[in-house]
């Protein structure tokens, strides 16, 4: 793996962490145990420390970076958007960018069809470790269709090392966690066409009780799961017998959807038959549960899944999951969570614990 500047999800461990980023690891770990995982590659740390190398960027842009005052709003704005103009506008090295567009190439027939719609996203070497939740620092952009877009794109990732919330997170630590968060992989992944998608806790959010498990559900892709703009379907299922205990479902007035205009994402109104019905069936929560206990049971811990749903060609549903993660949540953030939540109502619960874990919230 040393050296290589694309590496194929099926190729990599978790062992290969500080090559290809939590993220791109863990992808490949649940390829290995035989999960569902879309296909894809990661553009490797190895490739970013190469393009700072030969474009000169380490004292252009570390200079900026020790210039910021962290407490200002507008000086971490003012950093990103020249760190944005800097990175794209740096000379890749020799052969690199004729990589990422034979990787994508491959991609496409690996999948079967030109022009694959893939999702890149950032796959930070610090980011996803037990010890603590780094998810959520830097971007992922989704529904991203030929070469040029995709290259576009993994530049936009490196450049999302300079958000100002990423920039103010590594302000925070010591300088040698500082400089393990500025190291970068980038996954290149087939996106799925979700009917449906959420997020799955083998463990009880609230509670840490391991017998219980935490599952919610929107119409759509699951960006707007994620993000927190929806409020999804709520399901609480017994790891005994995966049966549904307890369940809330919402009114689901939105959407995430490919766009219809070109590559990317738009929020649409879910027709009005579907918007305050269960979005997802009690067997396939059923099928959800036997996945998310094989992934928990393979690392041996409990995990915050993403996952999708897709329907077939022949009408039969399919899940496949999009990431896999240590769940993080302690117990300030529990606390946190049930107050947001006092007055917002039950279903909100697991969308505001996300945000809190995926470092949108304020409490990693």
């Known amino acids: 793996m040393v050296g290589r500047r694309i590496v194929w999800f ?3 461990r978790m062992t290969d962490r500080p090559s290809a980023g939590g993220k791109c690891a863990s992808l490949g770990e649940l390829i290995s145990a035989g999960i569902p995982v879309p296909i894809g590659f990661a553009v490797t740390a190895q490739a970013w420390q190469e393009v700072i190398d030969h474009a000169g960027l380490r004292n252009r842009i570390g200079d900026l970076t020790r210039a910021v005052d962290v407490g200002s709003s507008a000086d971490l704005r003012d950093l990103q958007t020249r760190a944005v103009d800097i990175i794209h506008g ?8 004729e990589e990422l567009r034979a990787a994508y190439a491959e991609l496409c027939r690996r999948a079967g069809r030109e022009g694959v719609p893939v999702a890149v996203r950032s796959s930070a070497v610090a980011e996803d470790g037990a010890a603590n ?8 952009y989704l529904w991203v269709c030929g070469a040029d ?30 400089g393990e968060a500025s190291k970068m992989a980038v996954g290149v992944q087939e996106m799925v066409d979700a009917e449906v998608a959420g997020v799955a806790f083998t463990v009880s959010p609230k509670t840490g009780d391991p017998s219980v498990m ?4 929107s119409w759509g892709l699951g960006e707007a799961v994620v993000s927190g703009e929806v409020t999804p379907d709520e399901f609480w299922l017994s790891k005994i017998g995966l049966t549904v205990t307890r369940r809330t479902v919402t009114h689901k007035a939105h959407r995430c959807v490919p766009s219809a205009t070109g590559p990317g994402t738009q929020i ?3 027709p009005a038959e579907l918007a305050d019905v269960q979005c997802i069936s009690d067997e396939l929560l059923h099928e959800l549960g036997e996945l998310a206990v094989r992934v928990e049971k393979h690392y041996g811990s409990a995990q915050d899944i993403e996952w999708a749903l897709a329907r077939d060609a ?3 549903h399919r899940f ?28 909100s619960y697991l969308s505001v614990l996300r945000s809190l874990s995926a470092g949108k919230g304020g409490t990693s």
């Open 214 to 217: 935490a599952v919610n559900a």
């Open 314 to 316: 022949d009408g039969r």
């Open 133 to 140: 939740s780094f998810a959520g620092q830097q971007e992922t």
């Open 90 to 97: 740096a000379e890749l090295p020799p052969g690199l960018e």
């Open 10 to 12: 099926d190729e990599l």
């Open 320 to 347: 496949m999951l999009l990431q896999s993660r240590p769940e993080t949540v302690n117990g300030s953030a529990r606390e946190t969570v049930r107050a947001r939540t006092t007055t917002a109502g039950a279903a």
């Open 268 to 270: 649409v109104d879910v």
């Open 149 to 178: 877009d995709v290259v576009s794109r993994v530049r936009d990732c490196w450049a999302s090392l300079f958000t100002p919330q990423a920039v103010a997170y590594r302000a925070r630590l010591d300088e040698a966690h500082r």
